[in-house]
């Protein structure tokens, strides 16, 4: 995952409160707690998380390295904003819509501006951007904002975004991941597990306008008639340099649940806690933490290096070396089970030049799949002449 600097407003500057004095209180407190955990160098024995489900991820490649109970499907909360952000976000990519567009509040999403839900006081008849409703429903995580944000790009049907949703939620093989609404509020038919928010998280941050918001502590949106300060529920982002997001999610069923990200020089992590039963942020430094100390990013498969041969057809006796396309990294931890399965294709061309696609090498670390890469011949081979063919049929009838 691209970090990028941290951004520390959006839009509009908001003024530093004594707020700030709390949360470096707050960051002070995330230390200790992390130091007596002990979290830092947390080695093989792992972080230690106190949650019902939790996972660490290759936030580069999306290779699973540990976490509990991480395909378990569970309430999700408010980080099932990061698919409402996801699904807005290819509309928009796909020329469906625009960031610029505005968008009227209806009655409906203002509903959702009252005490018991999560929300940025919108009020019907507001008029707002796309981009500032993105803002309003991940930074505070606002539920009037992503219901108003699922209406406008539903066509006038949050039914119609929830099936977007879930629709991209096949597309990226997530299984164990369910939408029933786009605000995250508890419903039997609503859930997800650790593994598939991680990759939910992958997905979302491939574009520079999510990581640009989730990377913001505090921003300004502003209706027709007044401006809206927003200040992001994610601690992490006063507290923990390394992280650039993602989202918190908070429900009676849920639980305290984050999905955090962090980076550091080559290395970057993905770690997602449901249901805490510890401070869901120092549990999130501590595996974040993990991490960087347990892993190492490394060559798994060298760009043109061999890893099988084929043989020539009509050409009894030679064969041809089959080299990696580009390389595969990824993380390892001091003692990796590595495996590099290829596969050559039944049915090869009866001439190829060099760099011709003739196979592949998956990678598995942990029996977990990392990566892939064509395997193509190194050198060229030209087509059997007709006594060659001849030659070798004779030659396999009598052997």
Known sequence: MSRGPILRSLYCPVTSTSQDIAKLLAALALILQCVAAPCALAQEAGPGVAAQAWALTDAESGEYLAGENASERLPMGSTDKIMVALVALKQVEAGDASLADEVTVSEDAAAFATPLYSNVGLFAGDTLSVRELLAATLIPSGNDAAYALAEHLGGGSVDAFVEMMNREAGELGLQDTRFKNPMGLDDRGQYSSARDLAAMARAASAYPEFREIIATDYATITTQDREIELESTNELLFTYPPAPGVKTGTTPRAGESLVASAASKDESYVAVI?????????????????????????????????????????????????????????????????????????ELPSSAKRGTTLGEVVVKVDGERVGESPLVASRSYGGASLWERVWYTVGGIFA
Do not use: C, M, N
Not at 335 to 345: D, G, L, M, W
């Open 274 to 346: 449901l249901d805490a039963k510890e401070d869901r942020f120092a549990a999130s430094i501590r595996t974040l933490e993990h991490g960087f100390a347990a892993y190492d990013r490394t060559s798994l498969v060298i760009e043109g290096e061999q890893y099988a041969r084929a043989d020539v057809p009509y050409r009894r006796g030679k064969t041809v070396g089959l080299v990696a396309k580009w390389s595969v990294e990824g993380l390892v931890d001091g003692s990796p089970e590595v495996e590099r399965e290829t596969k050559v294709f039944e």
